[in-house]
């Protein structure tokens, strides 16, 4: 009799894959080539301090419209040491000023100041007739200067704002001067200034004075020294003002010294002098050793010039004292500066160079600036999207985030591509050139249309571009049209007039995740996975799918399915560490109050799948979200015949 054996049928292998260790979007290759540490979709996620996707924070209103649109934040600590925000709002500019009297330390120090916060002052009208148009802002000598286009301004802290035109320095053209003329070239004339001053060394003769330039609109005053060395007014005199002649009426004391002993004050406007600085919009500071100038630029009728300051003047433009910076058809856009260089940033151009390379120099004890051509190709495209992120020179340009490098075998710089897992969504963005930054914790967003593009410094990579890169966060849902950072936290201001600031969960709890009262929508998506056969189906497992979650005082989600047959929500959850009834929602599958991560299974069964991905979605009111790891389970099955 035969006997015939057979063998049972091999258990299917089941297998395991885990996203985990996780980095930023990327949001430019492929949905099936995204690396697994990353997320082809995740708005509204940051990196926390150990670099974990969580929901981001949102933010409040702290101050209703103020009438027009927000054209700038800025802040200053003034001469007594109380740091303010002024807001240029519309045709306004506000000064945020406390409700409550200041009480400075006793004795006050130099070196502590008073912060005041919007949330409590009251804005106070401070100038009316700004631009209404972006400004942007310089601190000297205690006191906030501001550039709108159309206005020179300076703010002490104390008194409304004025035009710096009203009290500019007035320099000295020419001392040592004879009657005749003569004499020697001392100080350029002030752009902001139609007043002049000569001065003469008269000794006997002739009382007719010859002013350095005719054509003059009027003296304005004449002095002579005195025995004592004093200056006094001189008001026996006549004027031709078309020769630029003064005429005394009787001599003046002779100077027994050869010193100058007479002084005429007189006025010549140039016109478009003063517009020349009043119709720029950019500034930095640069100089060599203490000698530190003020450079301004972002004038549209002269937009490859820049004027740089009289030393230690914010009030002194020289008229001399200006640069024109290759060609004239694509415009100056910002600087950045690397080591004891300033690097002039203009607008792309095909024909010309469009990053270019300032230094300073001593010779014969005066500082001269030199500017040479640097980098062709990138150039800027925002004039409000320079940002300086832990040493590195950040700007934007249609392409993209770059970054200025320097190689340390051969010195020669680069530009180089920083923001490629984002530039799939950033380059197809409409008006960047009003795109605005601010760097903030280690972080530089860039704002524009709503959303935000984060860089995290922490997180670093070689991108496929061969570049230096950041790992890159995206937000949606900020109408941010200014920012600044201030006292550490990150306000910002509307079209609407509004300003809000952006919150955090040690000041508002829970409440800090939602935006103006509003819930924030988040996400974290998996790449479109193949689970390591794309010929093959997969059967998704029950058990051991399911995600990560990382412990809040009161954090939510659901867990989704992505296969061919689209998005399938198939598990939500809630997982507080401070119990409260009133935060279950009991129609969750799952709730807990575990204080430390939890793994949420996903307990849903899939078949036939051919490409899976996972999706962890929050949009409840005030709940956060975190993620440690998201897991899958599956079997391979049939291959895929059609």
Same mark, same amino acid.
């Given at each position: ?60 209103? *702290? ?15 003034? $001469? ?36 005041? *916060? ?9 100038y009316d ?10 601190v ?19 008194? #409304?704002?004025?035009s710096? @035109? ?16 003569g004499?020697?070239e ?45 200056w ?7 004027? #031709? ?11 003046p ?5 050869? #010193? ?10 140039v ?13 930095t500071?640069?100089?060599?050793g /203490? ?5 301004? /630029? ?60 300032? +230094? $300073? +120099? ?24 320079f940002?300086?992120?832990?040493d ?8 993209g985030?770059?970054g ?5 075998? +051969? ?21 960047? @050139?009003?795109? *605005?930054?601010c ?13 935000v ?17 950041? @790992? ?8 941010a049209?200014?920012?600044? @950072? ?25 409440e800090a995740?939602?935006?103006n009262?509003a ?6 998506a ?43 929500? *198939? ?7 401070t119990?409260?009834?009133? #935060? ?31 999706i ?27």
């Amino acid at each position: 009799m035969a006997i015939f054996k057979s063998n049972p049928p091999a258990e299917e292998k089941t297998y395991s894959k885990s996203y985990r260790q996780f980095k930023g979007v990327d949001l430019t290759s492929a949905i099936t080539e995204v690396d697994d540490s990353r997320s082809p979709y995740a708005p509204n996620m940051i990196a926390d301090m150990a670099g974990f996707p969580c929901k981001r924070t949102g933010y409040a209103k *702290v101050c209703d419209s103020l009438g027009g649109r927000i054209n700038g934040i800025h802040s200053f600590i003034t $001469a007594t040491n109380i740091k303010k925000m002024v807001v240029h709002a519309g045709n306004k500019l506000y000064s945020f000023d406390p409700t409550a009297p200041i009480v400075q330390p006793s004795p006050p120090t130099s070196y502590i100041y008073i912060a005041i *916060v919007p949330e409590d002052a009251q804005p106070q009208l401070i100038y009316d007739g700004m631009n209404n148009a972006r400004s942007t802002s310089f601190v000297y000598g205690g006191k906030l200067y501001l550039l709108d286009g159309q206005n020179y301004l300076v703010y002490d802290g104390e008194h #409304d704002a004025v035009s710096v @035109e009203q009290d500019a320095y007035v320099p000295t053209t020419r001392i040592a001067m004879d009657p005749a003329g003569g004499g020697t070239e001392h100080e350029p004339v002030n752009l902001l200034q139609p007043k002049r001053i000569n001065q003469f060394a008269w000794k006997e003769g002739s009382r007719v004075f010859q002013l350095d330039t005719k054509n003059i609109d009027s003296v304005v005053k004449c002095e002579q020294l005195d025995a004592n060395g004093n200056w006094q007014n001189v008001t026996g005199y006549t004027t #031709d003002l078309a020769a630029g002649r003064v005429t005394f009426a009787a001599d003046p004391p002779a100077a027994s010294t050869g #010193d100058d002993n007479v002084r005429i004050t007189f006025s010549k406007q140039v016109a478009g002098y003063a517009a020349r600085v009043k119709g720029c919009t950019i500034n930095t500071f640069y100089g060599i050793g /203490s000698d530190s100038r003020i450079f301004i /630029s972002g004038n549209n009728n002269y937009r490859n010039y820049d004027w740089h300051s009289w030393s230690g003047r914010a009030d002194y433009f020289p008229d001399i004292n200006y640069t024109v910076v290759g060609a004239e058809n694509n415009a100056i856009m910002g600087y950045l500066k690397q080591y004891d260089s300033l690097m002039i940033v203009k607008q792309a151009n095909d024909q010309d160079a469009s990053i270019f390379r300032r +230094t $300073a +120099t001593w010779q014969e004890d005066t500082t001269v600036f030199l500017t040479e051509q640097g980098l062709a190709g990138v150039g800027a495209i925002s004039r409000y999207a320079f940002g300086v992120l832990a040493d590195d020179n950040l700007f934007l340009s249609k392409e993209g985030v770059f970054g200025l490098d320097t190689s340390s075998e +051969t010195l020669q710089r680069t530009t180089q591509l920083r923001s490629y897992y984002v530039n799939g969504e950033l380059t197809r963005e409409p008006g960047l @050139e009003d795109a *605005v930054c601010c760097v903030s914790g280690g972080y530089y967003y860039l704002f524009v249309n709503g959303h935000v593009y984060i860089a995290d410094s922490k997180q670093e990579n070689q991108n496929p571009s061969k570049s230096h890169g950041y @790992e890159w966060f995206y937000w949606t849902d900020v109408p941010a049209r200014c920012v600044i @950072e201030y006292e550490g936290d990150i306000y910002f201001g509307t079209n609407e007039g509004e300003l809000h600031k952006f919150k955090t969960e040690t000041d508002y709890g829970m409440e800090a995740y939602s935006d103006n009262g509003a819930a924030i929508a988040c996400a974290w998506a998996t790449k479109m996975d193949t689970l390591g056969d794309c010929s093959s189906f997969k059967r998704i497992e029950k058990a051991n799918t399911g995600a990560l979650v990382m412990p809040f005082a009161s954090a939510s989600g659901d867990i989704c399915y992505v296969t061919d047959g689209g998005e399938e929500m *198939v598990k939500a959850f809630s997982m507080n560490t401070t119990f409260d009834w009133n #935060d279950v929602d009991f129609n969750d599958m799952d709730f807990g109050t575990l204080p430390y991560p939890t793994f949420v299974p996903a307990r849903k069964k899939e078949r036939k799948v051919r490409m899976f991905q996972v999706i962890v979605r929050n949009s409840r009111l005030n709940d956060a979200m975190g993620l440690y790891e998201i897991r899958v389970e599956y079997k391979m099955k049939n291959p895929i015949k059609r």
